[in-house]
């Protein structure tokens, strides 16, 4: 027998089945809502930057985490926001937003009236901010990760070729990060003995250059390790149904996992962060992985894991870390954590990714945000001149030069021609004249909440800006208009109403769109006139 209650926005499905004269209950909570004329809305996918505002036939189960960070969120630019602890599935269909959630703490409420109204409810009740930054330096200077120069050859000669290289060619130190496979295996977290005779100098020569020392981790261990039968003894892996550790497939390979679920297992691999920070003077970490599927069917002393929990606590070990970068995460916005984008390809149509995806990082309530590396992610786009394209680099890093962080891994000296490393340069010089200001919206938005990068949307509601991905403002009067497809030679520019002063000191009257003759080295911006 089926009985179904409708309760206006908020359904609640309440399935009763009788078996053996025992009556057993299933409940479902689901929300509906339909989308009217001029109402548009943003999920927690974080994945999905490019498809949003969401469409007729959007799907999404928060059971997954899509490579990225998940927010248990909607927002609506009328001021509705739709919020749960737990996950749950979105469809968009014929009209009707649908939200299904097993768990009773979804909820729907009407917060004001705008995009900017629903995100600060949020904020305040579900994500408060913590009043903390990450690491300033992350903000003010440009990262360099060692990834696509070394790869998996991570080594001491070659890092500190590489950290000398930056400077030699006029690039200013910061975060350097030293990529996957500087460790002598998965969960045995010391330096290689043979790619790596003296860490603790060679960390000693990157301070003394100027950069800070992040070192990439994750939650694995080889079960082919010592470790590996130490943590067994010690119960402080996850384990399979039957028991046993459990093996998880994962990009490289198969590994069992730390279950940090116990107090135990979680000091166990802060210890190994602290003994690496004690020892060497490493200033931070990578902290790669986290993603739910890797956690699901994995138990804790028979007790099954929430995937979802797992993360989380994975994500926390970051909370002691000022240096720290995640790709993947569940819940945790307003917190002093960086969530990177998912990683990106070395062509235009994931740079043009890039803008959207960190619109809603911010209205989902991660403002530390870093657009991946500069040119992608992909190493294998690299091995071969005949693959890289140098537009594309340069676009990608001017792209990166007003957002929270910009992020450096390929070599620009190395894989450009002078034209396209100077216009490469030109992007890291005007970064360096906003740096007073990206600061002074970091500083703002770990105590408001705010996003430091902001869509058209948030700023300037109900104007018809709703669409508009390929633009952005750095906080309210400064709006940024990246070249994102290969040989342009002009650019549209969305202006709002008021006047508007571009880079090159030109004024505009807005309330139109204007078109913009664009240059290799130019990144076109205009400040709001007041």
């Not at 609640?12 to 689901?30: E, P, Y």
């Not at 490393?421 to 919206?441: D, G, Q």
């Not at 430091?452 to 104007?463: A, D, G, K, L």
Request: hydrophobic share 40%; glycine share 8%.
């Amino acid at each position: 027998m089926k009985k179904l209650f409708y309760i206006t926005c908020l359904q609640v499905f309440l399935l009763s089945i009788t078996w053996n004269g025992v009556a057993q209950q299933n409940k479902q909570h689901q929300i509906s809502v339909p989308v009217e004329k001029n109402m548009s809305w943003w999920t927690g996918v974080i994945k999905h930057g490019e498809m949003m505002p969401i469409q007729n036939g959007y799907k999404a189960n928060l059971n997954q985490n899509y490579g990225n960070q998940i927010q248990p969120m909607l927002l609506s630019n009328q001021g509705h926001v739709i919020w749960s602890e737990k996950p749950f599935e979105i469809t968009l269909e014929n009209g009707m937003l649908n939200v299904i959630s097993p768990d009773s703490s979804l909820t729907y409420i009407k917060a004001g009236k705008t995009l900017k109204d629903g995100f600060k409810f949020a904020s305040e009740n579900h994500f408060p901010p913590s009043g903390k930054l990450p690491d300033r330096l992350l903000f003010s200077k440009p990262q360099y990760n060692t990834w696509i120069e070394l790869m998996y050859d991570q080594n001491q000669e070659d890092i500190l070729e590489y950290a000398r290289q930056i400077i030699a060619n006029g690039f200013p130190p910061g975060v350097l990060m030293i990529d996957d496979n500087w460790q002598e295996d998965y969960g045995k977290w010391n330096f290689h003995e043979g790619r790596f005779p003296n860490p603790k100098m060679m960390v000693d020569s990157l301070h003394t250059m100027g950069f800070k020392v992040m070192l990439w981790v994750c939650p694995f261990v080889s079960p082919d390790c010592d470790v590996f039968r130490k943590l067994r003894e010690e119960d402080l892996l996850l384990e399979d149904k039957s028991g046993n550790p459990a093996l998880i497939e994962w990009w490289n390979g198969y590994s069992s996992l730390i279950d940090l679920s116990k107090k135990e297992g979680n000091q166990w691999f802060e210890n190994q962060l602290n003994t690496l920070k004690e020892t060497y003077g490493i200033d931070g970490f990578k902290l790669d992985a986290g993603d739910f599927g890797t956690y699901e069917g994995c138990y804790s002393g028979g007790v099954k894991v929430s995937p979802q929990e797992h993360s989380e606590l994975y994500a926390k070990i970051g909370l002691g870390n000022p240096l720290n970068e995640y790709r993947a995460m569940w819940k945790m916005a307003g917190q002093p954590i960086v969530n990177r984008l998912s990683d990106k390809r070395h062509n235009w149509e994931d740079l043009q990714k890039l803008v959207p995806g960190i619109l809603v990082q911010g209205i989902m309530g991660y403002s530390f945000s870093c657009p991946d590396m500069i040119g992608g992610g992909e190493f294998v786009s690299f091995l071969s001149a005949e693959t890289i394209d140098q537009e594309l680099i340069v676009r990608s890093a001017q792209c990166h030069a007003l957002m929270p962080m910009m992020q450096f891994s390929v070599a620009p000296w190395r894989i450009l021609d002078k034209e396209h490393f100077e216009a490469v340069k030109k992007a890291v010089e005007i970064r360096s004249k906003f740096i007073p200001l990206i600061m002074e919206f970091a500083e703002q938005s770990a105590i408001s909440g705010e996003p430091i990068v902001r869509s058209m949307e948030y700023v300037f509601p109900h104007q018809g800006y709703e669409l508009v991905k390929n633009q952005f403002m750095l906080g309210d009067d400064i709006l940024v208009a990246p070249i994102l497809e290969k040989g342009a030679q002009h650019r549209n520019v969305i202006l709002p109403k008021g006047k508007w002063k571009d880079e090159l000191g030109v004024v505009y009257r807005g309330g139109r769109s204007v078109d913009i003759k664009v240059s290799l080295e130019r990144l076109p911006y205009f400040k709001r006139l007041k």
